[in-house]
């Protein structure tokens, strides 16, 4: 079961609703890596824009998985440049705006992935088109602070379902602090849950209903659905999804021991 959690939730602390002060993020991400729950955690997302002030952020001996966010390409090259070189950063994913454009000569001079967030009032499939020509990855965004932000679950499923058919690995980002699908009782917005995406794409992969595992809110139901899931099948889940951006570390792992999913006092 840990093979379905190792390395899920990139830490995005730095990003709305938290939006932690750097120095802040900086340290709980140490905090969280060197933790016993460590191997659940994934890289440190920021955008090319703060670099140097995460830069600035770490000591001299520190060294940091970063996630590098590039809004554009007017900054693109430098930031790559800067955060390859610099001896503090191992770059290990580069993800790239929805106004970014044709990440192909990302895609030609660097080896590590590149997730290109699809641009929700374009056309899917085209973007998807594209996306797997030039060998890269994609991004979804699942949430934020506005009920706009939230997509319908038929628009979740049908990307899940066309990457995987494409071949294509993707992570979501946003509006996914918690396990299972639910409404939020303080703004009223539909939530979809980590766990619900990781159940739509093992469906896609087995040709059963990806919107129905969306949708799915009975606790007990969701972890015995992913208990089922084989070790063969949890490869082909992670080789597709390969995880979520989140502010919070601590809401998501909670989910998974409260639901028996994660040991509370040990690692993998």
């Known amino acids: 079961m840990n093979a379905m959690f190792t390395r899920l939730i990139d830490d995005a602390a730095l990003f709305p609703p938290a939006e932690e002060p750097m120095h802040i993020a900086v340290s709980g991400h140490h905090d969280r890596s060197m933790g016993r729950h460590g191997w659940v955690l994934g890289r440190f997302l920021c955008t090319g824009s703060r670099l ?3 830069q600035q952020s770490l000591d001299t001996d520190e060294r940091m998985e970063l996630g590098l966010i590039l809004a554009d390409r007017a900054d693109a090259m430098i930031a790559m440049e800067v955060a390859d070189d610099d001896l503090h950063f191992d770059l ?3 993800e790239l705006g929805p106004r970014f454009g044709d990440p192909t000569h990302l895609t030609e001079t660097v080896t590590i992935p590149v997730y290109c967030e699809v641009d929700r009032d374009s056309g899917l499939d085209d973007q998807l088109d594209r996306i797997a020509a030039a060998r890269a990855e ?3 965004r699942t949430g934020g602070v506005v009920a706009e932000a939230f997509p319908p679950v038929d628009e979740v499923a049908a990307f899940i379902t066309a990457c995987v058919q494409r071949g294509i690995g993707f992570k ?3 509006g996914l602090h918690n396990a ?9 917005f539909d939530h979809f849950g980590f766990l619900n995406i990781i159940l739509a794409t093992h469906a896609a992969h087995t040709d059963t209903e990806v919107a129905d595992a969306l949708r799915m809110r009975d606790p007990a139901r969701v ?5 089922a899931i084989s070790e063969t099948d949890t490869d082909l889940v992670r080789e597709s999804f390969h995880g979520f951006g ?3 570390f601590s809401d998501p792992l909670d989910d998974l021991i409260g639901l028996g999913l994660v040991a509370e006092d040990r690692g993998p």
């Open 223 to 227: 972890k015995k659905e992913i208990v």
């Open 52 to 54: 140097a002030e995460l």
């Open 246 to 248: 989140s502010c919070s």
């Open 180 to 188: 299972i699908a639910h409404r939020d009782p303080d703004t009223g």
């Open 92 to 94: 290990t994913a580069v």
């Open 172 to 174: 979501c980002t946003a």
């Open 138 to 140: 994609a991004k979804l």
